[in-house]
């Protein structure tokens, strides 16, 4: 294992996350760790097997779920291949354990599914010499049921307990209820029924607290759960021993002879409610990741010894012919052969409108046929299909820590010891110098600073709004490759953009032709026979408008000048105003040429037996939406550059249709890195927008590089951000989402630290001396709840995100 992502269950607050990150840091042979709360994930690098790290987890007192599935085995015979299919198996890091049924023919795997799939245990069945057939809830998301399985046993919980203490306040509140006394109940009996609703909320409804306390001391630490197991304790203990022995309670001086089992059975059910509503918010911040992952379907239709059969999509291998009808979702990526038809890849590109798909054109798994059936050969399957590709980047995005980040880990790491420290100051400051009843004051202003610090809302600020933000660029096809990307580029000043393919369409177009139609077909049919990008521009502008293009009889192409052919026995040249002239050939009208260069464009002249008969001007044409996109980013206040290999003269032509002022022409890739580089030692941080290929230099020296283009053929692996479609107008989105994103989190983290540094202090009776002014620890519960929830939930407030 190199690099591996796992989810784990257990983590109830920031030092919960802290306590694994340092654990798993210090486990030999791993070379970083790091966790994050909001997405419930531990990711390390190292040499560790998965058991390996899966057994450090468990050490630190949590726990990483696991899937036990059976499998049909074709093949086995005997004993001895029952044991080859269990050895092959059990090679597969992240196999936890093989159990092989010969008669049943089955086999039984216990294993991570964010480390294994399906496709890597056939494939060591099948080295073996055996197949394995996959069963239909194969694609079953475990970490997603886990939390549904957490969620219900959250609500279980939060109803018996919300139960009993409502009878526990009744009964705590009786004779006031009651206009005669004549059930009137004594002190003691009233405190024993009290005791008795009670004690199941404080151990079974509140176990999930305490048991996380005692995992967390058998390792020297403490977090939020010891807070609330203490704090729930004292006042549970307390009240127990006023209950069994009041005679010793009436006669010690500052206290009053009371119960406060009602306080220890609301902190646990508020607290209780809080991690309900937080856990049910955080469910919605990961939307975008399971709408992603719904748009494959469980099975594929393809074509088998002449027959179409529907077949488990993980059975579907490179090279089938599958088979899409209307309506139904493309199963994997693959090339159309048969038939066309409209699809919808608006999940995966954020394009809203169809884009149509004909033979010999690609299609990307997940999208939606909305027309026409045709018949596609697959050309990657499984974990390579562009959309598991997607989803495999955004979930690791979703899990790494910006710098931002690495503050609120700091804090949160002393934070709950510190708590501690202020809880025990001040139950002796109330003890000693407190009014009477002093020791009871003393203990509730101890359970009420207990219960009111928040290391949750700390921890959950920075993670929460980068899994929203990360998954609402992932709606708009934008694939942001992790935190530090997502806040480097609100701090971007410039944005630089290639031109070729960027701003433009990196395909050339005919957009002149000045002559006679008859002249255009003799030119079109002379480029038939080449292979250069403006030959066959000039062919497909011909064919557009109905010429006849025909095979030339004779051909002969000069390397950077133009063709000479014989078509329909005339003599046909088309190139440059200098090859012309080497073939005696008179050019007139040079200031049109030299009119339609300074546009940007490139002229071919036309010349049929010795006399110039028109001229063809081609341009790779700027894309429609390039203007907006520069001047979106310019009211953004971002200075945008161009920068490109071609001449001046075409790049200072482009500049000026699209409103760039700074142009940087003729540059190698080498020169743009040059160039980036250049412009960061101006003190400026420099975004690099490319076709993450050509530019690779460019996009690496970057603060952030951008890559641009349709999702199947971008190298998504080029650049900190991939934008899946071709539209430069996403360069400004991903930059909007970008501050917006650092906007909610600055709120967040400004919420998180204001209510401990304001809360902490009232809950401790600092402003009692001068406005009499206490906290019940009740109340600090409820505030306690709130605080994460309204953390999440203004997260949450991201998935409103439009870009303007």
Known sequence: MEKVTLPVFGMSCASCAGKLERHLAGVAGVRQAGVNLATAQAT????????????????????????????????????ACAQRVATALQGIDGVLSVQVNLAAGEATVNYVPEAVTFEMLQKSVQQAGYDLSPVASDDTDVAEVERQREYRSLRTRLLWGAVLTGLTMVVMHWDMMLKDHTHHLGQQVNFFLQWLLVTPVQFWVGWGFHRGTWLSARHGTANMNTLVTVGTFSAYLYSLAVMLFPSFFQQAKGVVLDVYFETAASIIVLILLGRFLEARAKGRTSQAIRRLMGLQPRTARVIRKGKEVDIPIALVAVGDQVVVRPGEKVPVDGVIQEGE???????????????????????????????GGFVMTASRVGRETVLARIVHLVRQAQGAKPAIARLADQIAAWFVPAVMAIATVTFLVWWLWGPQPSLTYALLNFVAVLIIACPCALGLATPTSILVGIGKGAEHGILIRGGDALETAHKLSVVVFDKTGTVTKGKPEVTNWLGEDAALALAASAEKRSEHPLAQAVVQYAQGLGLPVVEPETFRSVTGRGVEARVDGRRVLVGSSRFLAENQVTVENRQQVEALEEEGKTVMLVAVDGLLQGMIAVADAIRPESRQAVTTLQSMGLQVVLLTGDNQRTAQAIARQLGIEKVIAEATPADKAEQVALLQQEGKKVAMVGDGINDAPALARADVGIAIGRGADVAMEAASITLMTSDPRSVATAIQ????????????????????????????????????????????????????????SNALRLRHFQPS
Do not use: K
């Open 737 to 792: 989402l970008s501050r917006a994103t650092m906007v909610n989190i600055r709120q967040n983290l400004f919420w998180a630290f204001a209510y401990n540094v304001i809360l902490i202090p009232l809950a401790a009776g600092v402003w009692y001396p001068w406005f009499h002014i206490l906290l019940s620890p009740v109340f600090a519960a409820a505030a306690m709840g709130l605080s994460s929830v309204t953390v999440v």
């Open 341 to 371: 038809s409209s699809l919808d890849e608006s999940l995966m590109t954020g394009e809203s409108m169809p884009v149509t798909r004909r033979a010999g054109e690609s299609v990307v798994g997940g999208s939606i046929n909305l027309e």
């Open 44 to 79: 390390v690098e190292g040499g560790l097997t998965i058991p390996q790290l899966m057994a450090a987890v468990q050490d630190a007192g949590f726990r990483v779920p696991t899937v036990t599935v059976t499998l049909p085995v074709q093949g086995m015979a005997g004993e």
